[in-house]
């Protein structure tokens, strides 16, 4: 039996399908509009608000087009009464920028969600393409 838990993690799930075709409608509709929301996006800084995290978001969903079905491979999640949270993998290939070639990506990504009014929303997306190891001069900036 499917909880209200899994059913938002398989719209988020749909809904970043439809990012990877240029399509952001789907996933905003899931993202809370608290003035406490944020995105991390492996393309640029954290950004906190929801005028900041449409305008990033915006920004990097305009340089993908027709990408595949993106694969989830769950490393943990949490589900609590008003808060869940998922740490995931996601594969997936598109077409980047003017490119006709698909390109592989892979994301390690922590999601939160929160129960707002009823409604689980996305509260918190944090993306980065770290899926294999890395030696410790990595992190020197």
């Excluded at 592989?104 to 509260?123: H, M, Y």
């Amino acid at each position: 039996m499917s909880t209200p838990v899994d059913l938002i993690v398989e719209r988020y799930h749909h809904a970043l399908d439809a990012v990877v075709t240029g399509d952001s409608a789907p996933m905003k509709e899931l993202i809370s509009k608290r003035d406490d929301v944020t995105l991390a996006n492996p393309l640029g800084p954290p950004v906190r608000g929801w005028n900041g995290v449409e305008r990033t978001m915006d920004h990097a969903i305009s340089h993908f087009h027709e990408g595949e079905p993106t694969r989830f491979e769950r490393i943990s999640e949490f589900i609590g009464t008003e808060l869940a949270y998922i740490v995931e993998l996601e594969r997936t290939r598109v077409k980047i920028g003017g490119s006709d070639e698909l390109s592989p990506i892979a994301l390690r990504v922590t999601t939160i969600f929160l129960l707002e009014d009823g409604d689980w929303k996305v509260l918190h997306r944090h993306a980065d393409p770290i899926t294999t190891p890395r030696s410790i001069d990595s992190i020197i900036q």
